[in-house]
């Protein structure tokens, strides 16, 4: 148990379709992230929030919306993914300050599968 | 570049040592990282170094850093079954506002 709980576990999802990934962290961190895990690419971060606001857009494309109601709290919109995305979507979160913010805590994950 | 790199697969008998070689990028980072991501689960925090260390110890796990090099190493004394996973080494890049770079991740199978 990190701390960190991503909802739901797996996710099967036409191309058409809208869903939503939640996380939720009870670390009391002020920073949380998004990153995407593919078969055989590096992780890639895809978003960063720091105390609410969003400070890191990695050139994701539009059909991926972050929401970032509190620092408790973590959503991805999906909205007309392609085939390509799917992949484990991992939330993280850290304390930033001094070496604070490299040191993350990682959900579980969501394994997405795009039909 | 601000490639991370890593060997994609080590197999290794339980009870012998297992090492994992990490090339770096950035020679200012101040931590170097090694994170574990067991079967189903997302990735965990296993170590770090500062990055003006050349060895840190904790019980199983040694770590060694070649900054001449940039060359990180986990070696993984007494190799145990729950050590299989995927090992991640990851950076801090400067011109990313230090945002975690991730190595390709190296995958441990232990056998009996």
């Known amino acids: 148990e990190t701390g960190v709980t991503q909802t739901p576990r797996h996710l099967v999802m036409g191309m058409t379709n809208k869903k939503s990934l939640k996380c939720e962290q009870h670390?009391?961190?002020?920073?949380m992230y998004w990153y995407k895990q593919s078969a055989k690419k590096p992780l890639e971060l895809m978003f960063v929030?720091?105390?609410?606001?969003?400070?890191e857009n990695n050139s994701v494309p539009s059909r991926f919306s972050p929401e970032c109601p509190n620092s408790s709290h973590l959503f991805l919109h999906l909205h007309t993914l392609q085939p390509e995305d799917s992949a484990l979507y991992l939330c993280?979160?850290?304390?930033?300050?001094?070496?604070?913010?490299?040191?993350?805590?990682f959900g579980s994950g969501t394994q997405l599968s795009v039909l | 570049g601000e490639d991370v790199e890593q060997s994609l697969f080590l197999s290794v008998r339980e009870g012998d040592s297992s090492v994992i070689n990490c090339t770096y990028t950035d020679s200012s980072s101040t931590y170097l990282y090694w994170y574990k991501q067991e079967p189903g689960a997302g990735l965990q925090l296993l170590t770090y170094i500062f990055s003006n260390m050349d060895m840190k110890q904790d019980q199983r796990l040694t770590v060694l850093l070649n900054k001449k090099d940039k060359h990180l190493s986990l070696r993984i004394a007494d190799t145990q079954t729950g050590d299989s996973a995927i090992y991640f080494c990851?950076?801090?890049?400067?011109?990313?506002?230090?945002?975690?770079?991730f190595g390709g991740g190296t995958r441990v199978l232990v056998k009996p």
């Open positions: 990851a950076e801090p890049i400067k011109a990313a506002g230090n945002k975690l770079t």
């Open positions: 993280a979160s850290s304390q930033e300050g001094p070496g604070g913010g490299e040191k993350l805590f």
């Open positions: 670390l009391g961190h002020n920073a």
């Open positions: 929030y720091s105390l609410e606001e969003r400070v």
